[in-house]
């Protein structure tokens, strides 16, 4: 197979493009991608200080790498959630990438360990209050990339979520009829009240085997092994259904969840935006400040619940 | 050829040469899935990989 814009040898096939590129097409494919995803989705400006969430995974750390190469001002956020072996190697690619391709850009790393701020990894934690380990998890990263953007005044907050994702997400949201979660799921989330910084996902136009082809071309050395706790949740079972359909009729994915944001966009004019329905239902939490819609916020309650537990 | 594969971590033989898109069949895989990759350069559904070769089929699909 050949590329379809040189003659180089093409490195990958594009079926819901028709097309196939060689490596420094399809390099030069992503990046446009995203600028223009940046553009559409109105995300930041060169002048904004961004702050991405990686995890040594393959999206985030793309990203970090497309925001350098694209000469935005951009830092990156790891939270270390303690999990035997997989934390260490995940935080080991994060740091070799930071020290090789970031910090030489001028790019800085902050690392937030679980274990040293709440005095147990994420398992222990989850255990103690009696919740699954993945919304525990998810409450803490939300939580601290929330206070690393805010007391460090960045404006915007990007992670990797890709295409396969947002797709999947949406199946889910729309077969349980999730409609106040459908809301949210735009790719650009505007900075609601104090405290909350606007929220981007750069990488919603590409898919995960694109990505991870531009990760491979680009010699990003990224960790391939998942999360432990990742096994048999239901999102991979979206996106296994989903990419049974895409092989059929190639471009379903992009039709599914493009679609969903071209109606979106239309019907915002009559409904209230989400900032607008922000500024009526958060206020600070008492303990910590953040933007939360009760009077402690579910981390602050978290890791009370947790401290009453261990006594 | 020597087939590497992830999640979980194991190695399997297949009679070679053979084309990539014949070998996500035979091993029953979505091509949307995956990558191919021989060295560390990318391979495409049409091309053909030799007996004497090793390949890793790497799965580009994560939980989060
Ligand atoms: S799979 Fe669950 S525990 Fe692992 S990083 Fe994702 S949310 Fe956290
Ligand atoms: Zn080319
Ligand atoms: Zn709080």
Redesign the interface.
Known sequence: MRCRKCPKRAVLGLPRHNTAFCGDCLTEFLRTQVQRAIKAQQMFSPEDRILVAVSGGKDSLTLWEILLKLGYRVDALYVDLGIPGYSSRSKEKVEQFAKLVAEPCGSQLTIHTVEEDAGAGIKELANLIKRPTCSACGTIKRYQFNRVAWQNHYDVMATGHNLDDEAARLLGNVLQWQEEYLQKQSPSLPASVEGFAKKVKPLYRMTEREIAAYAVVNRIDYLVEECPMAKGAKMLVYKDALNRLEAESPGTKQRFYWGFLDRQEKSSSVAPSMSEIDQTTLQPCIVCRQPTTAVTCSFCRMMARAKTAVK | MKVHL??PTRDVVIQGPKRVADIFKELNL??????I?RG????????TVADGDSIEI???????
């Open positions: 992830s999640h979505i091509p949307e899935a995956f990558l990759i560390q350069d990318l391979m495409t559904e049409d091309e790497r799965p580009v699909i994560s939980g989060g």
